[in-house]
């Protein structure tokens, strides 16, 4: 197996089990809440918040791990809370929420793994688009200066 297979398999490992330990957790501390349920985010949104998690876990999987971006976690979540316009407490309170519902919360994930499968298409077509000049220059014939 190849080193870049690894690395492959690597970066899509990491983001499933830091979110599948994210969603235990999040499912454990619901019996302890007695706040009532309220989805802060819609199916959409919240696939496409869940997208952008495993996209953010797999690039801070990718850093060195004495790199500075390891230490600015919370500002990468800070982030894409904003994007979302929620707080992280409301997140979780949200995520409780859809947990309740196991087959909701599978077709969530499904979806979500559809875009990140579907993105990861798109740019593996598009790098074979750039690829295809430099492999037409390298097998054109050089010229006599």
């Known amino acids: ?34 706040a009532p349920c309220s989805k802060q985010l819609s199916k959409e949104e919240m696939v496409e ?22 230490d600015s976690i919370h500002e990468f979540y800070a982030g894409l809370f904003q994007k979302y316009n929620i707080t992280p407490e409301e997140f979780e309170k949200t995520l409780e929420c859809y947990l309740l519902d196991r087959a909701l919360m599978n077709q969530l994930l499904d979806e979500s793994i559809n875009q990140l499968s579907i993105a990861r298409s798109r740019a593996d077509e598009k790098k074979e688009e750039e690829e295809k000049p430099r492999e037409i ?6 010229s006599p200066e």
């Open 1 to 34: 197996m190849s080193n870049k297979s690894l690395r492959s398999k690597k970066v899509l490992f990491l983001p499933a089990f830091v979110f599948l330990n994210l969603l235990l957790f999040a499912g454990c501390s619901w019996f302890t809440s007695s």
């Open 49 to 70: 918040m869940m997208t952008d998690i495993f996209l953010l876990e797999a690039h801070l999987g990718l850093l060195p791990s004495q790199s500075s971006g390891r």
């Open 137 to 142: 220059q390298e097998q054109l014939p050089m």
